[in-house]
């Protein structure tokens, strides 16, 4: 199967509650230009991580908001931080990273929010084929292959590789 690859940076979903401690009571996130996952979009507002070692300014915030707060950073920015995250699936924080984020009108430590996000592939129901959610399988992208690759499924994905920005350079 061929499908289209999508390469993310670093970034940022905030639940509705986090956008207002970030950005003021009733804020709502702008849309910069839409993804290709539906309904997702990158958004103008971006905010600052920190860290005891270093801060990064201008991380860009993904929408819409989420019921979860998860900060995504690279694998090139383990030593930056000072950071250990683990590669894991979205949503999964249990025991993952610190980090302070901070918006034009407030700031929050957040507890178990950052991660390196897993490759993997969305796939809509109706290209799933044998695939199952959760399987681990290994994809060949312009003769490189990459491993532990994990599947998404569900009837609102586009079907797409998700790697990370180390993975493409």
């Known amino acids: 199967m061929k499908i289209r ?3 993310s940076n670093r970034h940022v979903h905030l639940t509705k509650e986090d956008l207002e401690i970030l950005f003021g009571k009733d804020y709502e996130l702008t849309v910069r ?7 997702q979009f990158a958004a ?10 270093n801060i990064k300014e201008n991380v860009r915030i993904v929408g819409p908001t989420r019921k979860y707060t ?4 690279l694998d090139i920015d383990k030593e930056y931080f000072g950071l250990n995250p683990p590669v894991r699936n979205s949503g999964d924080l249990e ?11 407030g700031k929050i430590y957040k ?7 897993n490759r993997h592939i969305h796939i809509n129901t109706r290209d799933k084929g044998k695939l199952k959610e959760d399987d681990i399988v290994t994809v060949e992208v312009n003769s490189t292959i990459l491993d532990n690759v994990h599947i ?8 797409e590789l998700h790697i990370n920005k180390d993975d493409a350079i």
Do not use: H, R
Not at 44 to 53: F, G, I, P, Q, R
Not at 70 to 73: A, G, L, P
Not at 152 to 159: E, P, V, W
């Open 152 to 159: 998404k499924i569900d009837d609102s994905f586009k079907t």
């Open 111 to 117: 507890k178990s929010v950052c991660i390196i996000a």
């Open 70 to 73: 998860q900060v995504e950073i």
């Open 5 to 7: 690859v999508g390469v």
């Open 95 to 105: 025991n993952s990273e610190n980090i302070w984020i901070i918006g034009p009108k």
């Open 33 to 39: 230009n839409y993804i290709d996952q539906p309904g």
């Open 44 to 53: 103008n507002e971006t905010v600052t991580l920190k860290t005891d070692k």
